[in-house]
DNA sequence: TGTATAAAACTGACCGGTCAGTCAATTGAG
DNA sequence: CTCAATTGACTGACCGGTCAGTTTTATACA
């Protein structure tokens, strides 16, 4: 039993680790120009390996689409565990996905890639649903507690949250084209912008103005 | 001399049949699953041709991204053009990217496509740099007249253009996920979030509130 | 107008390269 | 010895790009 144990862990560590490997050659490269070759390459493992322990290339997508999805998830819900304020926990959602410059361009290229399957393949967009639907419980529970102390003004639920959700997105997708600005200038300005439309402009003005 | 017109002329509209094809092509397929032979069909077409009027497949590709581009920007500028308020050209400006389903589907994806491949290829980066910050130029000289009026409140420029942006970007993106809502819901949204921070609410509050 | 000639437009078979997936052979732990 | 794990050579399908050849159009001339 003790033996069983020991090869199931064995076996989910192989797996973990092409999972990792394919995510970080999907973030490099784009799903259609990542080879097996270059996944085993990279978990230092033989390209028969790879269909070893998946499938499909197909397999190992989704694999590391749901380990990326379930990483980002518990990666926010631990970050807005942490602190009770409304605001602050808007801003440690915010920033559970703003992290730095390399991670953050690593999931953002993975998860564009992902959406783009996901709009063609019936496996990858029940995926990609469901990972949006699951972040969206955090910032919907955050938004409704921010409301209710009234750290927020009277907003509707949905485009509170739909407003956050399509800033995160859309300021990172600005980040990769502007030459002008840093990271951590579109990280600040999606928490000013985010707090400013929550709060009606009554916390951070001061911010704004420097 | 008249003759020679001609040719041109005929040689320009075959381009643009091609250009037209690879754009559809894109948006429903993705880039790399797009083959030479599926534009040559949809464009009515020989492979050869293709290849005849084009030097490679990734420039055809490129024309097709410049079009879009050149297309959605003149639609922008014609939108914005027969209004006079900022509020109403705000609403001309997300409404003309913002059409209808079957448009906006076919505009996001291919969009997304050329985004994703503007990240790993030089020659589609500027292009898409280029577009980004012409449609920006729109956006800034409305917020810019909003303020000067009073129309909009007191905000900072480049946090307003780029919150307009990010949030239609990210607001088509949750269309494509989520199950609940129309098309329709979805531009209103837009509508109403960007108006409701440019103004600080002071316009739409009865809207919001049904 | 009809005919000859040149040029441009167009075609699809073909080539070379790539890659997902297969499988027979090898390794090594128990 | 047994069997799961591992390998990489191999296969067949696919595709971008080439090119020799065909068709269409324009031009020149009688």
Chains 1, 2 share one sequence.
Not at 176 to 185: A, C, K, L
């Amino acid at each position: 039993m003790a033996a069983k144990q020991f090869v199931q862990e064995y076996e989910d560590h192989r797996r973990e680790e092409l999972i990792k490997a394919t995510y970080m050659e999907v973030a490099e490269k784009g799903y259609s120009n990542v080879t097996l070759q270059d996944i085993a390459l990279r978990a230092g493992v033989s390209k028969g390996s790879t269909l070893y322990y998946f499938a499909s290339k197909e397999d190992l997508f989704l694999g590391a689409a749901e380990w990326m999805s379930q990483r980002v998830q518990n990666r926010i819900v631990d970050a807005v565990a942490i602190v009770e304020d409304p605001i602050e926990k808007t801003k440690a959602l915010i920033n559970s996905l703003f992290t730095n410059a390399q991670e953050t361009r690593n999931f953002f290229l993975a998860y564009t890639d992902f959406v783009s399957m996901g709009t063609r393949n019936k496996r990858f967009h029940d995926l990609n649903a469901r990972f949006y639907r699951s972040c969206g419980v955090q910032d919907r529970e955050i938004i409704e507690a921010g409301i209710e102390s009234g750290a927020f003004r009277k907003l509707d639920i949905e485009d509170a949250t739909s407003m956050l959700r399509a800033l995160v997105d859309g300021l990172m997708l600005q980040w990769f084209f502007s030459s002008d600005g840093t990271f951590e200038d579109y990280r600040r300005r999606c928490e000013r912008v985010v707090i400013d439309y929550l709060t009606g402009g009554s916390v951070n003005k001061n911010d704004a103005e420097v």
